[in-house]
């Protein structure tokens, strides 16, 4: 748990379960494993035992979620209702609200907690959107919600019985590839919220999502269509349905990190701009392309290996222009994409968020949601 994240689109971090197990290819280099094995790491021979105990193991010499999954401690599970400013909050940072090892009740006291902090706004974010459906969709959610709201406050209510769904708490799947996404995407939509988004990070291919396809008809999930498949390949629409409101976008960082082809983000930022639905670039991560915009120096032409852990990159108005001094924070690396796409490693600080050389921070804005 952090007040202050250093997450681009969050404000703090808040971790009612922490542990995980990996269920498709996102999952393989995921930071929260080793700031788990870390955590536990850190607490032992300390006398003072952390619930992230045999949360991770070490497998190859790398930290990997065992799916033992533990429930946060009440100070941990009520700390948000002691932050008086507002701030936006990743819930789960550290694991899977919606894992199918947490019981139903644990997430009614969370929710619970989410309800009576209005002042938040909370960001779920899973991988189990299936669950997360089958667990908010469902008429008799809120009144469990509102039992646990009753318990928090010892029967004196300071605030009216919530309505459904939370008008601060947005719901959002991670999707790193086109199968991912039309998997949880129509889940997603599927599921009653305030705000729905999609987190492509890391991003290992590109998405279209004006195309999912559910295997019985395809959605544009921009502007909230389904549509049936013609015989000429073109989409007839039926009927509307709901439609997401944010898709953030990131490469994926850490020493095993695998680059991130540019066509893909630029694709989505094209869509998303097309549909009028906000887009956030996150971060290009540990691989940076030729091609793209380095902070502070321009346009990357390309890059030169000088001697061993020193490499020029070529930037600025023309490809013969030499840079002043050579990024080398693992040495020097050279990665491609499968279209032979050149990408060098500097390292997810050096190489920053800029695409095509702007900041993409685009934010959804509250909207009123009938309630249930």
């Known amino acids: 748990?952090?007040?202050?994240?250093?997450?681009?689109?969050?404000?703090?971090?808040?971790?009612?379960?922490?542990?995980?197990?990996?269920?498709?290819?996102?999952?393989?280099?995921?930071?929260?494993?080793?700031?788990?094995?870390?955590?536990?790491?850190?607490?032992?021979?300390?006398?003072?035992?952390?619930?992230?105990?045999?949360?991770?193991?070490?497998?190859?010499?790398?930290?990997?979620?065992?799916?033992?999954?533990?429930?946060?401690?009440?100070?941990?599970?009520?700390?948000?209702?002691?932050?008086?400013?507002?701030?936006?909050?990743?819930?789960?940072?550290?694991?899977?609200?919606?894992?199918?090892?947490?019981?139903?009740?644990?997430?009614?006291?969370?929710?619970?907690?989410?309800?009576?902090?209005?002042?938040?706004?909370?960001?779920?974010?899973?991988?189990?959107a299936k669950r997360m459906l089958e667990y908010i969709a469902p008429r008799d959610t809120l009144l469990r919600i509102d039992e646990g709201v009753s318990r928090h406050t010892k029967g004196i209510r300071p605030n009216p019985a919530p309505t459904w769904p939370l008008p601060n708490v947005w719901l959002g799947v991670s999707a790193e590839r086109q199968q991912e996404a039309d998997e949880r995407v129509p889940e997603l939509l599927n599921t009653p919220a305030a705000i729905r988004f999609v987190s492509a990070e890391p991003l290992l291919s590109s998405i279209d999502f004006t195309s999912i396809c559910t295997g019985h008809y395809f959605i544009d999930a921009l502007r909230?269509?389904?549509?049936?498949?013609?015989?000429?390949?073109?989409?007839?629409?039926t009927e509307p349905c709901a439609h997401l409101d944010q898709i953030i976008v990131g490469g994926e960082s850490g020493p095993s990190a695998r680059p991130m082809h540019p066509d893909g983000p630029r694709s989505i930022r094209d869509q998303c701009e097309e549909a009028d639905v906000p887009f956030f670039f996150k971060q290009w991560g540990e691989y940076f392309p030729v091609g793209q915009v380095l902070p502070g120096y321009g346009k990357v032409h390309g890059a030169t290996a000088v001697k061993p852990g020193r490499m020029k990159l070529h930037y600025g108005g023309t490809p013969n222009q030499a840079p002043q001094h050579a990024f080398a924070e693992r040495g020097v690396e050279f990665a491609s994409t499968a279209d032979g796409r050149l990408t060098f490693r500097l390292g997810k600080k050096v190489a920053g968020r800029l695409l095509d050389g702007r900041e993409h921070n685009g934010m959804p804005q509250p909207r009123e949601v009938p309630a249930l």
């Open 1 to 128: 748990m952090a007040d202050k994240s250093p997450i681009e689109w969050t404000d703090a971090t808040w971790n009612p379960v922490v542990g995980c197990d990996i269920v498709s290819p996102g999952c393989t280099n995921c930071y929260a494993m080793k700031m788990a094995a870390r955590i536990e790491a850190m607490s032992a021979g300390t006398g003072k035992p952390t619930h992230y105990a045999g949360t991770t193991c070490k497998v190859k010499g790398k930290a990997v979620w065992t799916g033992k999954l533990a429930l946060a401690p009440d100070h941990i599970l009520t700390q948000p209702l002691r932050w008086n400013r507002p701030r936006m909050v990743f819930v789960n940072s550290m694991g899977d609200l919606f894992h199918e090892s947490v019981p139903d009740e644990w997430i009614d006291r969370v929710f619970a907690v989410m309800a009576l902090a209005p002042q938040h706004t909370f960001q779920v974010l899973t991988k189990r």
């Open 224 to 237: 909230g269509m389904k549509y049936h498949d013609a015989p000429e390949g073109q989409h007839s629409a």
